[in-house]
Nanobody, 119 residues
Framework: QVQLVESGGGLVQPGGSLTLSCVVS????????MNWYRQAPGKQREWVAL???????RYADSVKGRFTISRDNAKNTVFLQMNSLKPEETAVYYC?????????????WGQGTQVTVSS
């Protein structure tokens, strides 16, 4: 089993910044892709960013150039730096670990952290 614990959410003004953290219960980064997702009220959960086992990163078009995903292997932690936040990005942000090297990948999720962008 793998536990993911997100933190760092809160209330921020439009145009502001936040950094989310996701602490993983054990080092799995060689065997799992790490993702951030978000879910706004009344909407489906959407993928935001990915960091792979070899540190490649990918982003949803809506956040490119403003969000940065990174990882600290020594601390088993994945980060999401979010800049120039918009009100429509108010959502619960979730950390996800997706298993590699299998046709039936396990997925682990954190409990989420609320981000509210409002003046």
């Amino acid at each position: 089993q793998v536990q993911l614990v997100e933190s760092g959410g809160g209330l921020v003004q439009p145009g502001g910044s936040l950094t989310l953290s996701c602490v993983v219960s054990r080092n799995i980064f060689n065997f799992y892709d790490m993702n951030w997702y978000r879910q706004a009220p009344g909407k489906q959960r959407e993928w935001v960013a990915l960091i792979t086992r070899d540190d490649s990163t990918r982003y949803a078009d809506s956040v490119k150039g403003r969000f940065t995903i990174s990882r600290d292997n020594a601390k088993n932690t994945v980060f999401l730096q979010m800049n120039s936040l918009k009100p429509e990005e108010t959502a619960v942000y979730y950390c996800n670990a997706k298993q590699l090297f299998t046709t039936a990948p396990e997925n682990y999720w954190g409990q989420g952290t609320q981000v509210t962008v409002s003046s």
